[in-house]
T-cell receptor, first 113, second 115 residues
Framework: LAKTTQPISMDSYEGQEVNITCSHN???????ITWYQQFPSQGPRFIIQ???TKVTNEVASLFIPADRKSSTLSLPRVSLSDTAVYYC??????????????FGKGTSLLVTP | DAGVIQSPRHEVTEMGQEVTLRCKPI?????LFWYRQTMMRGLELLIY????????DSGMPEDRFSAKMPNASFSTLKIQPSEPRDSAVYFC?????????????FGPGTRLTVL
């Protein structure tokens, strides 16, 4: 799996846009970028995934530049309930051999009033 | 479907005791994963199964840890004997496929405290 680097923590006020950048310099051609969100006292949940350019859903947007060596998760107008840990994962589909999925520490986002 | 079910939600035990954590995956999911989460190390994959067969247990910390999946609807993670450093939240997850792109569905976790 491509190694990823993301900030340990971020702070934001309610109503602001939050952008969390993940670096993955060694991303492979077949790799996708996947983000999970973990609320306190819960397990992580899948929020968005992309391969290139931009992906948007009801939760977030994911921006991926042409070289794919980084990606940015964008949360528009955050609220207190967006306080969570966000994990960036990079890897391929259905990789059955030598499979490993370590989420690491993620980025802890704190939203305050 | 009720999602991934884990039990117990909380477990407090004394050092040296055996601990068994349980997981029921989502019906139809062929893959089951066990994770451990601590402040120091984050969320780590311990072991995963495909169709009840262990595929990769390289994340299991030592011989005190063992995991089984006797059938498609049940898995256990056992620690014997337990130690204070095993204190963590243990998550079970399941998915249809096992690639990084394949969405995993996590249970609520078991918070283990070893005194």
């Amino acid at each position: 799996l491509a190694k990823t680097t993301q900030p340990i923590s971020m702070d934001s006020y309610e109503g602001q846009e939050v952008n969390i950048t993940c670096s993955h310099n060694n991303i492979a051609t077949n790799d996708y970028i996947t983000w999970y969100q973990q609320f306190p006292s819960q397990g992580p949940r899948f929020i968005i995934q992309g391969y290139k350019t931009k992906v948007t859903n009801e939760v977030a947007s994911l921006f991926i530049p042409a070289d794919r060596k980084s990606s940015t998760l964008s949360l528009p107008r955050v609220s207190l309930s967006d306080t969570a840990v966000y994990y960036c994962l990079v890897g391929a589909s259905n990789s059955n051999s030598g499979y490993a999925l370590n989420f690491g520490k993620g980025t802890s986002l704190l939203v305050t009033p | 479907d009720a999602g991934v079910i884990q039990s117990p939600r909380h477990e407090v035990t004394e050092m040296g005791q055996e601990v068994t954590l349980r997981c029921k995956p989502i019906s139809g999911h062929d893959y089951l994963f066990w994770y451990r989460q601590t402040m120091m190390r984050g969320l780590e994959l311990l072991i995963y199964f495909n169709n009840n067969v262990p595929i990769d247990d390289s994340g299991m910390p030592e011989d005190r840890f063992s995991a089984k999946m006797p059938n498609a609807s049940f898995s256990t993670l056992k620690i014997q004997p337990s130690e204070p450093r095993d204190s963590a939240v243990y998550f079970c997850a399941s998915s249809l496929l096992a690639g990084t792109t394949d969405e995993q569905f996590f249970g609520p976790g078991t918070r283990l405290t070893v005194l």
